[in-house]
Every structure is written in structure tokens, then in C-alpha cells.
């Protein structure tokens, strides 16, 4: 039985700040009127499953992608750039690799080309230990750890990794395009006055976004389990970055480090920065949230100290004590 080619495209929206739930759901629901397989992908992009469209508009799967960017354009000035592939996966790591306005196609029969020559760090889901233990052992594209025997592979990273880094290697991706609605979330945002190269600005922005999120959380009795980092830069590009915290919290430290482990992964070098976004995500009850015990005397006297610092803030103003690398 013969199936149909599926054809997913994946929009990066070129904003200057991240959209607000009503303004992310008025742009689901506008994109919505050329398919109704839509799914957010926060903070900056939504992916689209066009199969189903393309018999109604008779076009090709690249213009049906053209239609959409100049819908989001013509209706609320929102410039994008697209990837374009048969699943989820390639179609964002192809809008990734387009420059800000243009889009990139990869036809299924041209996706194993397309893979093999690019970093292994690239495929969503491999972060810099995984990649750094692929390096230690000479494999640093996606090409080389697709012609790997699955048992090295095994040997190198587990069982279950190992599959799943071995099925993206090959281009495979089997999950549906969904709609859903934004997930909860914390976000805080900076845009600088001028492109930033210095990294001990860019290590100040991110820790004081995440010590915002921190604050808020612990005000709004909620822990996050997932961090994202968005870094924008003068050419309106984008790289976003997203962890796994190891226990869900609302504990400032924990945060900024997650954050700043992040920032260190980009490898900014001379990278020239326009605006970072911090977002907590995986939301919950802080009354439902447990923490692994601790017999480091050292972690209950951080979080009395957090406690008290909280209430010098309400007391006196968000300014009241803030951590020593963001003092004037």
C-alpha cells in the first residue's frame, strides 16, 4: 500500500521580543486557515503539516510555504524564515540552516545528503556531553554516526541513546505535527541598545534573566522542570537552546547555572547579540514538588538566604538585593 508523502514545514518568527499567549494563538489560529495541523513550537516558531493542503490549493509544498509567510506578513508584519522536509525534525534543523526571509527545502530522497556532511551537535536533542563524547572518538558529523554499527554506538552512549541518536542520524522522525496550545510558562526577555560582544555582558544578561525567573516562580508558588535560552543576533537570526533540569525548582541558583550552561554551550565567540530570552517551562504546584534530600547544610542555608532575600524585595523594591555579578 502505497502512503502519502508527508510535507511539514517549519516558521521561524522574527520578532523582537517573545509573543504573548494571545498573540501566539492569534498567529496559530491565522496559519490555521491553510491547515489545521498546527503546533506551536515556543518561544519563536510553529510547524504546520501540509500534507492535507496541497491538494486544496493545488500548489507545490514550497509555495504552500510561501502563502504562510506572506499571511503572517500581510496580517501582522511578522517577517519568518521556513525549513521544509518530511517530519518534524529535519524541517526545523532546515529553518535553522535558512537565512532570515528565505527557505529551505529538503526533499526526502535528498535528506541523507543533506545530514551527513553538518555537525553531530546540530541534531535536536544531542547537547554538548553527548557531542563531546562522539568528538573523543573522531565522530564529529552526522554522517559519521550514521554509518556507525548500532552495536559501537551502544558501547558508546547506552542502549536507549544510541537508538534514538542513530534513527535522527538517518533523517528518521515519526512524530506527528499536533495542534496544541502554548504550554504554560515563565519567560523573561532582554533586547540590548547595541549588538553585544563582550561575553561578560552576555554572562550578566542571562544570569539576571534567570534570577527573574527564579523570583517569579517562587512568587507565583511554581517550579519549572524545563529551561529554554533564545539568543537573537544582528542578522535576526536565531539559536535556541532548551534542558532537562535535573529536579523541577524554583531555586535561583540551580536556574542561572541551567541557563548559563546553556549560554556556554552556544560557543558565541564573536557572535554579535541583539536579544536574549529566558523561559521556564514543565510547570507545577511548588506543594507538589519534591526535591532529593540534602545532608549539605550548605543547600538549606542558600534557600534560607533566597527566603529572606524575597522579602527584602517585596518589602523595599525588586532592586533590594540583587546577586553581586549584576551590582552597579
Same mark, same amino acid.
Given at each position: 500500500? #502505497?502512503?502519502?508523502?508527508?510535507?511539514?514545514?517549519?516558521?521561524?518568527?522574527?520578532?523582537? *521580543?517573545?509573543?504573548?499567549?494571545?498573540?501566539? #494563538?492569534?498567529?496559530?489560529?491565522?496559519?490555521?486557515?491553510?491547515?489545521?495541523?498546527?503546533?506551536?513550537?515556543?518561544?519563536?516558531?510553529?510547524?504546520?503539516?501540509?500534507?492535507? @493542503?496541497?491538494?486544496?490549493?493545488?500548489?507545490?509544498?514550497?509555495?504552500?510555504?510561501?502563502?504562510?509567510?506572506?499571511? !503572517?506578513?500581510?496580517?501582522?508584519?511578522?517577517?519568518?524564515?521556513?525549513?521544509?522536509? #518530511? #517530519?518534524?525534525?529535519?524541517?526545523?534543523?532546515?529553518?535553522?540552516?535558512?537565512?532570515?526571509?528565505?527557505?529551505?527545502?529538503?526533499?526526502?530522497?535528498?535528506?541523507?545528503?543533506?545530514?551527513?556532511?553538518?555537525?553531530?551537535?546540530?541534531?535536536?536533542?544531542?547537547?554538548?556531553?553527548?557531542?563531546?563524547?562522539?568528538?573523543?572518538?573522531?565522530?564529529?558529523?552526522?554522517?559519521?554516526?550514521?554509518?556507525? +554499527?548500532?552495536?559501537?554506538?551502544?558501547?558508546?552512549?547506552?542502549?536507549? +541513546?544510541?537508538?534514538? !541518536?542513530?534513527?535522527? $542520524?538517518?533523517?528518521?522522525?515519526?512524530?506527528?505535527? *499536533?495542534?496544541?496550545?502554548?504550554?504554560?510558562?515563565?519567560?523573561?526577555?532582554?533586547?540590548?541598545?547595541?549588538?553585544?560582544?563582550?561575553?561578560?555582558?552576555?554572562?550578566?544578561?542571562?544570569?539576571?534573566?534567570?534570577?527573574?525567573?527564579?523570583?517569579?516562580?517562587?512568587?507565583?508558588?511554581?517550579?519549572?522542570?524545563?529551561?529554554?535560552?533564545?539568543?537573537?543576533?544582528?542578522?535576526?537570526?536565531?539559536?535556541?537552546?532548551?534542558?532537562? !533540569?535535573?529536579?523541577?525548582?524554583?531555586?535561583?541558583?540551580?536556574?542561572?547555572?541551567?541557563?548559563?550552561?546553556?549560554?556556554?554551550?552556544?560557543?558565541?565567540?564573536?557572535?554579535?547579540?541583539?536579544?536574549?530570552?529566558?523561559? $521556564?517551562?514543565?510547570?507545577?504546584?511548588?506543594?507538589?514538588?519534591?526535591?532529593?534530600?540534602?545532608?549539605?547544610?550548605?543547600? @538549606?542555608?542558600?534557600? $534560607?538566604?533566597?527566603?529572606?532575600?524575597?522579602?527584602?524585595?517585596?518589602?523595599?523594591?525588586?532592586?533590594?538585593?540583587?546577586?553581586? @555579578?549584576?551590582?552597579?
Amino acid at each position: 500500500m #502505497n502512503t502519502r508523502q508527508r510535507y511539514v514545514a517549519h516558521l521561524h518568527l522574527h520578532l523582537p *521580543t517573545e509573543p504573548s499567549e494571545a498573540e501566539y #494563538n492569534d498567529i496559530i489560529e491565522l496559519v490555521s486557515g491553510i491547515t489545521p495541523f498546527v503546533q506551536a513550537v515556543p518561544p519563536y516558531a510553529v510547524q504546520l503539516d501540509l500534507t492535507s @493542503a496541497l491538494r486544496y490549493f493545488d500548489l507545490s509544498p514550497y509555495d504552500v510555504v510561501q502563502l504562510a509567510k506572506l499571511r !503572517l506578513k500581510a496580517f501582522y508584519g511578522i517577517d519568518s524564515s521556513a525549513g521544509l522536509a #518530511n #517530519n518534524r525534525m529535519l524541517a526545523a534543523m532546515a529553518a535553522d540552516a535558512s537565512a532570515p526571509g528565505d527557505t529551505t527545502w529538503v526533499p526526502a530522497g535528498q535528506a541523507a545528503a543533506w545530514l551527513y556532511p553538518r555537525p553531530v551537535a546540530t541534531l535536536p536533542g544531542i547537547g554538548r556531553a553527548t557531542a563531546q563524547t562522539l568528538g573523543k572518538y573522531g565522530l564529529h558529523t552526522i554522517g559519521q554516526v550514521a554509518d556507525l +554499527p548500532p552495536a559501537t554506538l551502544q558501547r558508546l552512549l547506552g542502549a536507549g +541513546p544510541a537508538r534514538l !541518536l542513530a534513527e535522527r $542520524a538517518r533523517g528518521g522522525d515519526p512524530r506527528p505535527v *499536533t495542534r496544541t496550545e502554548p504550554a504554560e510558562h515563565v519567560a523573561a526577555d532582554l533586547v540590548l541598545d547595541r549588538d553585544c560582544l563582550d561575553p561578560a555582558r552576555r554572562h550578566r544578561a542571562v544570569l539576571g534573566l534567570a534570577d527573574q525567573i527564579g523570583q517569579r516562580l517562587r512568587r507565583e508558588r511554581q517550579t519549572a522542570g524545563r529551561l529554554t535560552l533564545t539568543v537573537r543576533y544582528a542578522d535576526r537570526s536565531s539559536t535556541t537552546r532548551t534542558c532537562a !533540569l535535573p529536579e523541577a525548582t524554583d531555586h535561583s541558583p540551580a536556574l542561572t547555572g541551567a541557563a548559563l550552561g546553556l549560554l556556554t554551550a552556544l560557543g558565541l565567540q564573536r557572535a554579535r547579540v541583539r536579544s536574549f530570552a529566558v523561559r $521556564a517551562d514543565d510547570l507545577r504546584p511548588a506543594g507538589s514538588t519534591y526535591w532529593q534530600l540534602s545532608l549539605d547544610p550548605g543547600a @538549606a542555608r542558600a534557600r $534560607a538566604a533566597e527566603a529572606a532575600a524575597d522579602r527584602a524585595r517585596r518589602r523595599f523594591g525588586p532592586r533590594a538585593v540583587r546577586p553581586a @555579578a549584576l551590582a552597579d
